[in-house]
């Protein structure tokens, strides 16, 4: 983990980089958590632990043939990303993983300014990531929510 100090506008930050994949970064800034985007991905030049991904276990066959109507899988993360239109902090989130939505539905309430703010989707389909957690501390333009 890399730790830095720095002063922007005369307020002190200490900021951990947690790891790096790809585009994303996982940070600590003043032990807050944030997940970063990146313009470009970063080489970090050495492997991080990172617990290994459960594999989904095959339903049990019965001898019935079922109608498949399971859309094709999505990864996680991909699809419309829902951002935070301002700084705030997420007072509930209102979807979990593999939830439809439809357009115009709240999937997070954020609490900015002392007014609860609902944020909502844009477009249809399915819930393939929850970046958030009630009590975390957004920035404007944090993805909070991705629909497929």
């Not at 970063?36 to 594999?55: C, D, F, H, Y």
């Not at 043939?65 to 705030?88: D, I, R």
């Not at 309430?109 to 609860?116: D, G, I, T």
């Amino acid at each position: 983990m890399a730790r830095y100090n720095y002063t922007i506008q005369g307020v002190d930050y200490e900021v951990n980089i947690k790891d790096i994949e790809g585009t994303i970064a996982h940070v600590s800034v003043n032990g807050t958590d944030f997940e970063v985007e990146l313009k470009q991905p970063i080489s970090t030049g050495k492997q991080l632990n990172r617990p290994k991904s459960i594999k989904p276990q095959a339903a049990p066959v019965t001898g019935e043939v079922q109608k498949n109507t399971t859309p094709t899988p999505v990864k996680a993360g991909e699809g419309t990303k829902v951002c935070s239109p301002l700084p705030g902090t997420i007072t509930s989130v209102s979807v979990k993983v593999g939830d439809a939505v439809a357009a115009g539905d709240t999937v997070v309430v954020l609490e900015a300014m002392k007014m609860q703010n609902n944020v909502e989707t844009e477009t249809a389909g399915t819930v393939t990531s929850v970046m958030v957690n009630t009590g975390d501390a957004v920035m404007e333009g944090t993805v909070l929510v991705t629909i497929a």
